[in-house]
């Protein structure tokens, strides 16, 4: 059985850190794109940022570009989201998407983790 589990969302002041951990379980992790997605009150779904299956291209969304860092660490079966400098903007819950690199129906989600940025 796949599992994602996301943790370290929280409340954090506007210019905060926050680091995003995704654990996976259950599949062969070196094998799947991993995406964050984030969602706000009363918004659509949107990407944020990706990785390559080995975590050698990255991708990001332009409204977070230069201030989250997408990582991922394959022998730990693990992916990481360090944000910085947030803005209120950022609030949102965060998920974690896997995507077989070989099957698009492998498409696994996380229960996903809430970010929010307040003063």
């Known amino acids: 059985q796949v599992q994602l589990v996301e943790s370290g969302g929280g409340l954090v002041q506007p210019g905060g850190s926050l680091r995003l951990s995704c654990a996976a379980s259950g599949l062969r992790f070196a094998n799947y794109i991993i995406t964050w997605y984030r969602q706000g009150s009363e918004k659509e779904r949107e990407l944020v940022a990706s990785?390559?299956?080995?975590?050698?291209?990255?991708n990001y969304a332009d409204f977070v570009k230069g201030r989250f860092t997408i990582s991922r660490d394959n022998g730990k079966n693990m992916a990481y989201l360090q944000m910085n400098i947030l803005r209120p903007e950022d609030t949102a819950v965060y998920y974690c998407n896997a995507r077989s690199r070989f099957l698009s129906t492998a498409d696994y989600w996380g229960q996903g983790t809430q970010v929010t940025v307040s003063s």
């Open positions: 990785a390559s299956a080995s975590g050698s291209t990255v």
